[in-house]
DNA sequence: GACCAGGCACATC
DNA sequence: GATGTGCATGGT
């Protein structure tokens, strides 16, 4: 197996092990999945969460049809709480539409198309960029894709993997070429990275507990602060 | 009050 | 093609 294979699986079962299963997304539904997926960008999920109670609230966000129907002034009142509430009022019409008018007002067309194609697609909707298109693909359409975010540039950089400044894509690939192409594994690969980064790899984090402290790693913080040698 | 958060589109060079 | 900027709230 490569180093890089072995590294990537190392990584996934410490964290494994010392989260446990995150059981993500965050979402009671396929639509309340991609909405949040939108709301999250460059946001504090807690943010997302106030934004989306106020639409579950209003009921709007029970089908794309009721939500679709909301004028653009009311919806972005409602996600205010989320930030960029005009520009991302915008993205929720738009990839409103692209999901009612390719998908069908239930989403039930998807099936039908291949992930490679679905992907492209969702990068044609305006407000859909590829962090976005593939937490849409996997944790709404339960596709075996590999989330990149900003907590693993900055972690696999920190730790050797990458250098940080490659692009979406360059990156995916040394995931998805790493690993073995199970959605399951995706699905819990993104969520405990998120979960590490949360609580160890931003300002004010801890260092204590981390489960990647070992000799080689660095880890807290946004630029190193600690190194346990 | 400064800094940051699970990006993206668009302008400019 | 690379780099810079606007978008905005709520928590630390």
């Known amino acids: ?20 299963p995150q059981g993500w997304w965050p979402g009671d539904t396929r639509l309340e999945i991609i909405v949040g997926a939108i709301l999250t960008q460059n946001t504090a999920w807690s943010n997302v969460e106030k934004a989306i109670a106020n639409l579950k609230r209003s009921g709007s966000i029970e089908s794309i049809s009721k939500l679709k129907s909301i004028g653009s002034s009311r919806l972005a ?59 849409i693909l996997l944790y709404a359409f339960g596709r075996p894709v590999f989330v990149v975010d900003a907590y693993t540039r900055r972690i696999f950089s920190r730790h050797g993997l990458i250098s940080g400044d490659e692009d979406y894509e360059t990156i995916r690939e040394v995931f ?40 080689k790693y660095y880890f807290c913080k946004v630029k190193p602060r600690c190194k346990r040698a």
């Open 77 to 135: 009142g409602l996600i205010r709480p989320a930030g960029y509430y005009n520009i991302k009022a915008k993205r929720l019409k738009c990839c409103l539409d692209f999901l009612h008018g390719r998908l069908g007002p239930d989403m039930r067309k998807v099936s039908s198309i291949k992930t490679g194609d679905l992907r492209k697609e969702l990068l044609g909707v305006h407000g859909i960029g590829p962090e976005t298109a593939d937490s």
């Open 1 to 20: 197996m490569p180093k890089s294979s072995r590294f990537l699986h190392s990584v996934y079962n410490k964290l494994y092990s010392s989260f446990g």
């Open 176 to 215: 998805m070429k790493n690993l073995s192409s199970e959605e399951r594994l995706f699905n819990e690969y993104h969520a405990l990275i998120v979960n590490l980064g949360k609580n160890f790899c931003r300002p004010k984090a801890r260092c204590e507990g981390c489960p990647l402290d070992s000799a």
